[in-house]
């Protein structure tokens, strides 16, 4: 019981008081959203079902929080986000209920894109979206655009950790920079995969390096570098074009031959 964080609720109104002669205790809630406690609620619900003891539930007591937040959505998802930050939830589940991330999924609807900041996220269905984009695959682009590509493909996890604030800086980040590279990474997808070139995501995240350090380039003249690059660099055994992205030593080659050009 110690260990154990009950439940977390906000909602929109609390009335609460002492009844029947300040014997019994009162609480009507309206407009409620559990946001911390699913583990908690869930084993309460299996020992409904499979275990059920009446006179042990009537007398089992359970840590309950209730917050009002009202219509105050960001102070809602504060609470959610905080909450959960001592479960052992994975660092992007955590993130996926932050307050900019909500703010960069709202941006991108209103241009009709999806941001799936959770798996299975289909998003409105009176929203017709003409693209998706994953919260992680934002994450990598973003990064990759900031002069870190090998990072965005080899360090994955530590996106959401290690270097989260500094690519998802809300003092920074401007809304339109993400929009327009969402719409840049899938047109580089597609002429990619028009090309004769066999297509993959690290390419397509270099395509992204190459072009913030060519502007002048077209996104077909940096798929065209960018398989010059790979062709030139020389290992010892031979790898695929896959396996040289994630080589250490491959971005600072793409510095040099970026020089060249």
């Known amino acids: ?23 019994k205790f009162e609480c009507k ?19 409904c079902n499979n275990r059920f003891d009446e006179e042990k539930l009537v007398n089992a007591e359970i840590l309950v929080r209730i917050f009002q937040t009202e219509s105050d959505r960001t102070l809602t998802n504060d609470i959610a986000e905080f909450t959960n ?10 993130k996926s209920v932050s307050n900019f991330q909500i703010q960069i999924e709202s941006y991108l609807k ?25 919260m992680e695959k934002a994450a990598q682009i973003l990064y990759t655009y900031m002069g870190f590509p090998d990072r965005s493909i080899n360090q ?4 959401f950790e290690k270097y989260y604030e500094e690519i998802f800086d809300e003092k920074a980040l401007k809304l339109d920079l993400v929009l327009s590279l969402v719409k840049e990474y899938h047109q580089i997808e597609i002429e990619y995969k028009k090309s004769e070139f066999t297509a ?6 270099y395509v992204i390096y190459i072009r913030k350090s060519l502007p002048k380039k ?18 010892t055994d031979g790898i695929s074009a896959a396996r040289k992205l994630i080589q ?3 971005k600072d080659h793409v510095i040099s031959e970026i020089k060249m050009v």
Not at 29 to 47: A, D, H, K, M, P
């Open 1 to 23: 019981f110690m260990y154990n964080n009950g439940l977390t609720i906000t909602t929109k109104n609390i009335q609460a008081g002492l009844k029947n002669a300040n014997k």
């Open 29 to 47: 809630i309206n407009g409620f959203q559990i946001v911390n406690g699913g583990q908690t609620l869930r084993s309460i619900y299996e020992y």
């Open 85 to 94: 930050s001592q479960n052992a939830i994975s660092s992007i589940d955590l």
């Open 110 to 134: 209103s241009h009709e894109i999806l941001y799936v900041r959770k798996s299975g996220d289909v998003g409105d269905k009176d929203v017709d979206y003409k693209d998706r984009i994953s």
């Open 156 to 159: 994955k996890k530590a996106l």
């Open 200 to 205: 993959f995501d690290g390419k397509y995240l």
């Open 218 to 235: 077209s996104v077909d003249d940096c798929i065209h570098l960018l398989e010059k690059f790979i062709s030139n660099y020389k290992t």
């Open 248 to 250: 250490k030593g491959f």
